[in-house]
């Protein structure tokens, strides 16, 4: 196993009275060093929501990171250099998470890796620039990104992507030039960044407004009202932002109420989520290839040699490219690497070679983007497939020259 040092959250002060009543160190840290040649470690930060509401998100994206960076160590590490994770539970507490990244910070990290909940990490982020250590995140947050902020990166699509994929997919499908085009989501930040980014994309496209535009509270089940309402608009194309649980609910809904067209969502894009649906016309956007499809196997392998399968899932394969993306960022910065360094290098990268678990670009950050994905793709279930395939190639997420 690698050397991981997994920390939950502790005040300073008794942090720093532990280690000195145990003389420092880590009761595993001596086997990635023994595998490197004793070589002094790259020590990265991890904090994330672990045990809250976004400890699913949050485990799953550190698994993928666990298991690419258990990889690297097995093979010699960084140059020589084993890769360690200092991991942190903000406990979705912005108080913790701040502590936790001042602290990261304090010691020496090149860069903290994690915030899944933009609860947490529309104040966290922050910190990257006052610190000078590059956040890479998994929060739904675009002001965060849009423009680029120094330090600020993100390891999933954007909603303002996921709007124009979900649009452009719409369009060049439709069987007319002008579809009807009505909108279903819950309640959150992220969605509503979602919904205003369509709304200005359709009319960058020259469209008409959506035909409906429909929300319910995140945690409700009663999606009827909504889906009353965007059927009664009578929409050629729905396009939506569900979560796992809410998929299956609202696809009934429409179904029972008369909608028989297609429906294309982001944020729930499990393979469970497309077999509870089990609906053909039922689309959903990707921005990378899941570890349960043929070509996530790199990953599934990794992770069954470190261990982490069984917290691998929706969000692994981010992870685990972002953590490929850190490594060879790590390459370029040289040991010792510190945030301003991982800043340069980051950007040095200029993408990675995938393996086919993403698209072209993946990585590729720049003075216009801190996005680590710049391509994404439509994924459904055909009536009679045991499972999804992608629809179509790997694509940029804009409305520019559609119309």
């Not at 009319?203 to 409906?212: H, M």
């Not at 696809?251 to 894009?269: E, F, K």
């Not at 216009?368 to 992608?390: C, F, K, P, Y």
Request: aromatic share 6%.
């Amino acid at each position: 196993m690698m050397s991981v040092r997994r920390l939950r959250y502790v005040p300073l002060a008794l942090a720093l009275v532990a280690a000195t009543a145990c003389g420092g160190g880590d009761d595993d840290g001596g086997d990635a060093a023994s595998d490197t040649g004793g070589s002094e470690p790259h020590v990265l930060g991890f904090s994330s929501d672990l045990s809250g509401a976004f400890a699913g998100a949050s485990n799953g994206n550190l698994a993928g990171m666990q298991a690419y960076f258990e990889r690297v160590n097995a093979e010699g590490g960084v140059d020589g250099h084993p890769v360690e994770l200092d991991i942190r539970d903000d406990r979705l507490d912005v108080q913790v998470g701040s502590a936790d990244i001042r602290d990261l910070a304090e010691q020496g990290v090149p860069v903290v890796l994690g915030n899944t909940s933009s609860v947490v990490w529309a104040t966290t982020a922050n910190l990257a620039e006052e610190l000078e250590v590059p956040q890479i995140a998994l929060a739904a947050v675009d002001g965060m990104v849009y423009p680029p902020r120094p330090y600020l990166y993100r390891n999933l699509m954007s909603a303002r992507q996921a709007a124009e994929g979900e649009l452009r997919f719409a369009l060049e499908t439709a069987e007319t030039d002008a579809p009807r085009i009505a909108a279903i989501r819950y309640e959150s930040a992220g969605t509503d960044d979602w919904e205003t980014a369509l709304e200005e994309a359709m009319g960058e496209a020259g469209l008409e407004p959506l035909v409906a535009s429909e929300r319910f509270p995140a945690a409700s089940t009663d999606v009827a009202p909504a889906a009353s309402a965007v059927v009664g608009a009578n929409p050629d194309w729905v396009l939506a932002t569900l979560n796992d649980p809410q998929a299956p609910l609202v696809m009934d809904a429409l179904r029972n109420r008369g909608y028989t067209g297609p429906v294309v969502n982001w944020t729930g894009s499990s393979e469970a989520v497309i077999d509870a649906v089990d609906d053909p016309e039922f689309y959903v956007l990707r921005d990378i290839v899941p570890f349960d499809q043929p070509g996530g196997a790199p990953l599934l392998e990794d992770a069954e040699a470190a261990g982490v399968e069984g917290d691998l899932n929706d969000y692994s394969s981010n992870g685990y490219l972002a953590a490929k993306v850190v490594v060879e960022a790590l390459r370029a910065c040289g040991y010792p690497c510190d945030g301003p360094g991982m800043e340069t290098a980051l950007v040095e990268v200029g993408g990675i070679d995938t393996a086919g678990m993403a698209g072209p670009g993946f990585g590729d950050v720049n003075d216009e983007s801190h996005l680590l994905t710049s391509t994404v793709s439509i994924w459904n279930r055909a009536e009679g497939e045991a499972q999804s395939a992608m629809v179509g190639d790997w694509f940029e997420p804009t409305v520019d020259g559609l119309r």
